[in-house]
């Protein structure tokens, strides 16, 4: 039906990540992500949460906290087919569909980390702070995307993806620093209303 189909587009255009954690940690994380929103508008439609790393790496995807929200009649079916119940949202896109589940039944909910700490603590100024932020994040969502699409990743496809997103970056390099200036914040608001 057209009119279904005009809404799914709606949701899908307006898929806002759940940002709050790093958010928390830096009040210029938020620019981070606009960034990586304008240079592949893509790269997050998956990903539901941009959440804090506490120790270790700069970053991390993590597929066991692969989510996927399905109709109810479709995970009956995984089930019966043998995939455990709480396994369900770790089954990449990549098999759904070659099991036959239609793609826009599937609505994919991924976390990814940032140590947005130990990038600032290594940073020099704000501007290299969220570029960093930024390429974390772009890394992150690359092996999400790849272990989605193809069922597995490396480190490959992530670090390119990094280079590229840099390379964009310094072409770009006016416009991200007229970003710095006195720019309102804006996302809390969507995401208490979006808990209603
Ligand atoms: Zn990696």
């Known amino acids: 039906m057209e009119t279904r189909t005009f809404e799914e587009w709606m949701a899908r255009k307006e898929h806002k990540v759940d940002e709050r954690q790093i958010d928390m940690f830096y009040d210029k994380a938020h620019i981070a992500v606009e960034l990586v929103n304008e240079y592949d508008p893509d790269l997050l439609s998956r990903v539901s949460t941009i959440a804090n790393l506490a120790s270790g790496a700069y970053g991390l995807y993590n597929s066991g906290e692969a989510n996927k929200e399905l109709p109810p009649d479709v995970k009956r079916w995984l089930i019966y087919r043998g995939v455990k ?85 310094s072409q770009n390099m006016r416009r991200i620093t007229g970003k710095f200036v006195g720019k309102p914040r804006k996302n809390a608001d ?5 808990s209603l």
Do not use: C
């Open 85 to 169: 119940e709480d396994q369900i949202g770790r089954v990449p896109q990549l098999i759904l569909k070659k099991w036959g589940v239609d793609p826009k039944q599937i609505e994919i909910g991924d976390t990814i980390h940032v140590n947005v700490r130990r990038i600032l603590s290594q940073s020099k100024n704000d501007i290299d702070a969220v570029l960093q932020i930024g390429s974390t994040i772009v890394h992150e969502a690359t092996h999400e995307k790849e272990r989605e699409f193809t069922g597995t990743s490396s480190e490959t496809g992530p670090k390119i993806a990094e280079q590229k997103f840099m390379q964009w970056a």
């Open 190 to 194: 969507y995401y208490e209303r979006h």
